[in-house]
């Protein structure tokens, strides 16, 4: 909806706020926008004790893909691309039929990385919990946290969003979560704390090698930031 009307009001001379506003319905004041805020309500103050704290969460989701055995899904908002490792796309290729798209391998330049695929665009069936879906996945052999990345181009077409339980818990919805009878589904999410290692200088690792890797801590690191923190249920990445 919001590219159809981006389309439909790039000749205008209003400016982009302006026109927003109007369709939308924004206002000045942000208060204005919040759906619970009701006027002449004082501001409401939420500072949990670890926003402030630097975290390197992911959200991941169990998914089938093509009915095989389930494995974790990243969630990623800021990826427009939803990726599938190459190890795992292997392993699918003996086990399942791949659909390839008729495209050409892509290859994409962004501000945090560079994704370049030998192999055309996928169309994998995704199921999550009880809903099943269909989504273009890009092969990508820089993925190494998860299986499959499920970027915005997977997540907007079918409504899914990641929500706060007051159990500490968090979910995954499929489809509108203010429809009568909710969304079509719902399911658990972990949140995963990820440890990256940098080393000086590039490591060269031959078949079946194994080395020591000393880790060496630094006096200002918090030995609290590798542990699971108050409040969140953290499992450390695969």
């Keep these: 909806m919001f590219h159809e009307f981006w389309k439909n009001t790039t000749d205008c001379s209003e400016s982009w706020f302006d026109l927003v506003r109007k369709k939308f319905g924004y206002s000045e004041h942000l208060e204005n926008e919040d759906l ?13 004790s670890e926003a402030i704290k630097v975290r390197t969460y992911n959200f991941k989701v169990r998914v089938s893909i093509n009915l095989q055995k389930p494995v974790f899904a990243e969630i990623d908002s800021d990826s427009h691309l939803s990726l599938i490792s190459d190890t795992y796309f292997k392993i699918l290729k003996k086990r399942t039929k791949i659909n390839h798209m008729d495209e050409d391998p892509q290859s994409f330049k962004s501000l ?63 489809g509108p979560l203010d429809s009568p ?39 200002k690191l918090d030995v609290s930031d590798l542990l699971p923190s108050d409040g969140v249920k953290t499992l450390p990445s695969p």
Excluded at 36 to 48: L, M, N, S, V, W
Excluded at 187 to 210: A, G, H, Q, R, Y
Aim: aromatic fraction near 8%; include cysteine.
């Design 181 to 219: 009878d909710g969304p079509i589904g719902e399911v658990p999410v972990l949140i995963t704390s990820k440890m990256s290692l940098n080393f000086k200088k590039d490591e060269v690792f031959s078949s079946l090698e194994c080395k020591k890797v000393c880790l060496i801590m630094d006096k």
């Design 36 to 48: 619970r805020f009701r006027p002449g309500e004082q501001r409401r103050i939420f500072t949990p």
């Design 112 to 174: 945090t990385g560079y994704v370049e695929s030998e192999y055309p665009p996928l169309k994998l069936n995704v199921q999550i919990g009880n809903v099943h879906m269909q989504g273009r996945f890009i092969v990508s052999s820089h993925l190494k946290s998860s299986e499959l990345l499920l970027g915005s181009d997977f997540c907007v077409p079918n409504k899914i969003s990641i929500s706060a339980q007051s159990d500490d818990r968090w979910t995954l919805a499929v």
